[in-house]
């Protein structure tokens, strides 16, 4: 999809409401893409304390010793994977009880990852309401990375001012402080003055599982062995998770504050999936099907990649415009975005709702491939 094809205009301006969206919901049920896929998410939730414990065991027999670096390798692989699966229950992919669901959220996610329940629900939910929408989208509002020409044109000292200039080469540095970011966010929202719904069992979570961490790496470790260790996993821990969230909507259409889309071109096109094989699905925790969770985000992950075809083949016959890549690709279009973006300059993807452009082109570009902006 180029960026003049990406442009996008206004639900009165197109004719178009929420039928389109509901067509599409019908198909999706009548195929079963909704029905509960217990038997493969309980498997992986009793994998959790299993391979926890298992981690922790190995962790115990290498003692004192250097080596314990491949062991912070795969806490981050294994923090990760269990936090996608804490995402899944958030979104009500799990169980029908919502109850049970935001159970499981806060035990996967504040006993198991370190990450509180409360404050991704708050923030995540925001973002599926209104992805890439100035004022809106709250993954826009990031204290390091300018996502907006007006936030990159912000006053800032001459060095901040040249690294967000230069954001594309530090991007992957940068997430590798994303780990820290999200425990001390979480820390930070348990004790706000907000409300937070069971904040007592959010804290007692987040305590348990901080403080136990920390105490079993410097119980094992010599402190030296122990600093290395926590950066280490820290630190891929943040760049699993950023390098898997990072391709679904940077680089992709910004919506202006105050304007309303149908709720399919709302989600559809301003995300961005990206294809592989059942590997990358793995990986990425169904992640890289980011339009299809997008439109349904109580659909099961294992159904992802089979709504993929049917929703893309859905989305070109009513001219909507469906953009899939590549992963390298798609990191690619993201780093130069967000440079073009720290440097100033202004080109179709940063405001394409107000080019009032459509061109018969719109239509022919709707396929399963997508160009760098």
Known sequence: MTGESAAVQPVAARGVSNSDFTGLARIVRERGLMRRRYGYYWTNLAAVPVLFTAGILLFLWIGDSWWQLFTAVGFAVLFTQTAFLGHDAA???????GRWNDWISLIIGDLFVGMSYGWWQHKHTRHHAAPNQLGADPDLELPVVAFTPEKAAQERPLVLRWIIGHQGV????????????????????????????????????????????LGLVFFVLSPDKAA????????????????????????????????????LRRQVLMSRNIHGNRLLD???????????????????????????PLIRTYCVEH?????????????????????????????????????QRATPADTRDTQNTANEP
């Open 91 to 97: 979104h009500r992919q799990i169980f029908r009880s």
């Open 170 to 213: 530090f991007f992957f540095p940068i997430l590798l402080l994303e780990g820290v970011s999200l425990h001390a966010s979480s820390i930070r929202r348990v004790f706000a003055r907000e409300p937070v719904p069971r904040r007592p069992t959010e804290i007692a979570f987040l305590t348990v599982r901080l403080l136990g961490y």
């Open 228 to 263: 290395v260790f926590l950066a280490v996993q820290l630190g891929l821990f943040g760049v699993y998770m950023g390098s898997s969230f990072a391709p679904n909507h940077k680089g992709m259409p910004l919506v202006p504050k105050g304007l309303k889309l149908d709720f």
């Open 282 to 308: 793995v990986a990425m925790g169904g992640l890289n099907y980011q339009i299809e969770h997008h439109l349904f985000p109580s659909m099961p992950r294992p159904h992802l990649r089979q709504a993929a």
């Open 319 to 355: 001219g909507v415009s469906y953009t899939e890549t590549g992963l390298w690709h798609s990191y690619g279009i993201v780093l130069r975005y967000i440079n073009r973006v720290g440097l100033g300059k202004r080109d179709p993807f940063e405001c394409p709702l107000l080019q």
